[in-house]
Each structure stands twice: as structure tokens, then as C-alpha cells.
Nanobody, 124 residues
Framework: QVQLVESGGGSVQAGGSLRLSCAASGYTFGAYSMGWFRQAPGKEREGVAV???????TYADFVKGRFTISKDGAKSTLYLQMNSLKPEDIAMYYC??????????????????WGQGTQVSVSS
């Protein structure tokens, strides 16, 4: 079955960097779009970035120029490089796989498989 396991979260000071990883298994990694979402306490889950099977990336406005989504097909791993972190980036970050093949939207209901999440904290 599809499994997604995130890692790389932690606590950094504002302006710092983290790289999240998501190890995928149980399916043909390169065939599906994948994404990163986040959920802060008391808020709805929101899309951060998605990457399609052909490598095209889409970002939420609030992370453009700071975050980079990428993937390594040989390792079946998705990444999120986060630079210039801000306190408002504090959230649980989730890796997700789109339900079906095709291009992804940066929307929660476009994705059907989720990891358990990794916490990101940023101190000012």
C-alpha cells in the first residue's frame, strides 16, 4: 500500500533553513504528482507546493522565493527546502500524493494519500 514518511522537521530561528524529506513507497513514484501541505493550530490545512510527474512546480504565494519543492526518483523521495523561515511558517507539514495521475492543484481534496506529518517551529 502507499506509504509516505516525512522527516526533517525541527526548530530554527527566524531566517533559518530546514529541508523536509518524504520517503514514498508502495507505488510507482514517478507517475504521480506530489505535494506539501501544512496545518497550524486552529487553522485549516493549506497547500504549500506541488510538483507534477514532469517536474513542474506550483507554489503558494506565501512561500514563493523562499521554499523549493523537488524530488529524487531514484530514491522515491520528495523534498521541501525551506529558507528564510518566519514565525508564521510554524505548522505541521504533511507530504501527500495525488489520488490519480495528471496535474495537481494546490488543493487539499486533490490528494488522497498523506504522511503522518513533521513539525516545524520557528522562533523570533
Amino acid at each position: 500500500q502507499v506509504q509516505l514518511v516525512e522527516s526533517g522537521g525541527g526548530s530554527v530561528q527566524a531566517g533559518g533553513s530546514l529541508r523536509l524529506s518524504c520517503a514514498a513507497s508502495g507505488y510507482t513514484f514517478g507517475a504521480y504528482s506530489m505535494g506539501w501541505f501544512r496545518q497550524a493550530p486552529g487553522k485549516e490545512r493549506e497547500g504549500v507546493a506541488v510538483i507534477d510527474a514532469d517536474g513542474r512546480a506550483t507554489y503558494a504565494d506565501f512561500v514563493k522565493g523562499r521554499f523549493t519543492i523537488s524530488k529524487d526518483g531514484a530514491k522515491s523521495t520528495l523534498y521541501l527546502q525551506m529558507n528564510s523561515l518566519k514565525p508564521e511558517d510554524i505548522a505541521m507539514y504533511y507530504c501527500a500524493r495525488r489520488r490519480y495521475t495528471g496535474r495537481a492543484r494546490l488543493q487539499y481534496d486533490d490528494f488522497g494519500y498523506w504522511g503522518q506529518g513533521t513539525q516545524v517551529s520557528v522562533s523570533s
